[in-house]
């Protein structure tokens, strides 16, 4: 019995993904296995480091899931995992996609309950 939960997500570019990872100061390496329980391993495109089993990212189709046997993870809830991961992977997938367009930043708040507010204009 596989002790793995995989959680769908709507990340599909890995470069804004390494970003995202990578402001939240986790440690990752591509293509490696994800271990679990009992000495149980998944393949994983990308793998982040914690204190306990990693948690993996593997692409199914058009967008990357997150797998981990979450019994064994320490120092990462996987709700807020998900979520902050989530929440920057977008950051920088608007970010570059409105740059591509024309759109300069002019500047960024972040909000108490973690929002961020973006202003930008579009360079004539």
Known sequence: ???????KTQIV????LKRALADLKYEY???N???GFGGQRTEADLVVKTKGYP??????GEAYE???DWWGVRGVNQKTFVQE????YAYHAVCDKLQAQGFEMVSEQV???GQVHLVLRQMA
């Open 13 to 16: 570019e890995l470069e804004y």
């Open 66 to 68: 997150v797998v981990a």
């Open 111 to 113: 909000e108490r309950g």
């Open 1 to 7: 019995m596989s002790h793995f939960t995989r959680i």
């Open 55 to 60: 948690i993996g990212f593997k692409k199914r």
């Open 29 to 31: 390496e591509e293509g």
């Open 33 to 35: 296995k994800v271990r």
């Open 85 to 88: 991961v989530t929440q920057r």
